[in-house]
């Protein structure tokens, strides 16, 4: 079984930058495709970012140009790095596989964008 730990989250003021880390129980970056979701207060779930096992990245139109999404195989670790934060980005974020992996959830990261 999968056990991923979110974390790095933060308040943070619009404008402002932070960077979240997906650390995995076992190394599972170089067999799935993986991406990092945000859930925003009273919308569903969404997909912001995904990276392939051959690196290939891809971003939500919302984020692209923001946020970029890493991930370092010998550490089992993806990371986002988030910048120029808007408050439209506040919500909590969960890393998990694409498509989606029902038991890899884990407690997710809660970002705050406000002043």
């Known amino acids: 079984q999968v056990q991923l730990v979110e974390s790095g989250g933060g308040l943070v003021q619009p404008g402002g930058s932070l960077t979240l880390s997906c650390a995995a129980s076992?190394?599972?970056?170089?067999?799935?495709?993986m991406g990092w979701y945000r859930q925003a207060p009273g919308k569903q779930r969404e997909l912001v970012a995904h990276?392939?096992?051959?690196?290939?990245?891809n971003y939500a139109d919302s984020v692209k140009g923001r946020f970029t999404i890493a991930r370092d195989k010998a550490k089992n670790t993806a990371y986002l790095q988030m910048s120029s934060l808007q408050v439209e980005d506040t919500g909590v974020y969960y890393c998990?596989?694409?498509?989606?992996?029902?038991?890899?959830w884990g407690q997710g990261t809660q970002v705050t964008v406000s002043s």
């Open positions: 998990n596989s694409v498509p989606i992996r029902g038991d890899y």
């Open positions: 990276i392939t096992i051959n690196g290939i990245t």
């Open positions: 076992r190394g599972i970056f170089s067999i799935m495709t």
